[in-house]
């Protein structure tokens, strides 16, 4: 069981991967949750002539975490009082690239006042 997490895991990394590289038109919003259900897709049926049984392990994982990453950004804005409400907002679930020189690159943007205001309140 727990490699079998694993492969999925790496199934979903890759599609990330893959997802940063392409062209922002298929890359944000909703389209970005149908990009990467078509990409685990293809790791699934493509890669099984090279991966045998664990590509199909690897897309499952894949599209087990972008259908958990698509109920969390709908449900999460939709139902108030939700633990979710608002994660969307900081993270859009692409892998960086790696060719970010400076940490403003990568961030998607939003109000972060606030943000470390608990060391503050501890005295550190």
């Given at each position: 069981m727990?490699?079998?997490?694993?492969?999925?895991?790496?199934?979903?990394?890759?599609?990330n991967?893959?997802?940063?590289?392409?062209?922002?038109?298929?890359?944000t919003?909703?389209?970005?949750?149908?990009?990467?259900?078509a990409?685990?897709?293809?790791?699934?049926?493509?890669?099984?002539?090279?991966?045998?049984?664990?590509?199909?392990?690897?897309?499952e994982?894949?599209?087990?975490?972008?259908t958990?990453?698509?109920?969390n950004?709908?449900?999460?804005?939709?139902?108030?009082?939700?633990?979710?409400?608002?994660?969307?907002?900081?993270?859009?679930?692409?892998?960086?690239?790696?060719?970010?020189?400076?940490?403003?690159?990568?961030?998607?943007?939003?109000?972060?006042?606030?943000?470390?205001?608990?060391?503050y309140?501890?005295?550190?």
């Amino acid at each position: 069981m727990l490699m079998n997490s694993i492969k999925g895991a790496g199934g979903a990394i890759a599609v990330n991967v893959v997802t940063s590289y392409l062209p922002a038109s298929v890359n944000t919003g909703n389209v970005l949750y149908l990009t990467r259900a078509a990409i685990a897709i293809l790791i699934g049926t493509a890669g099984r002539k090279v991966l045998g049984n664990n590509a199909r392990i690897m897309a499952e994982g894949a599209l087990t975490v972008n259908t958990h990453d698509f109920i969390n950004s709908m449900a999460g804005s939709m139902l108030p009082g939700s633990t979710l409400r608002g994660v969307g907002k900081y993270m859009n679930g692409v892998a960086p690239r790696a060719n970010i020189t400076s940490p403003d690159q990568g961030f998607s943007g939003g109000d972060l006042s606030g943000v470390g205001e608990y060391l503050y309140a501890t005295g550190r």
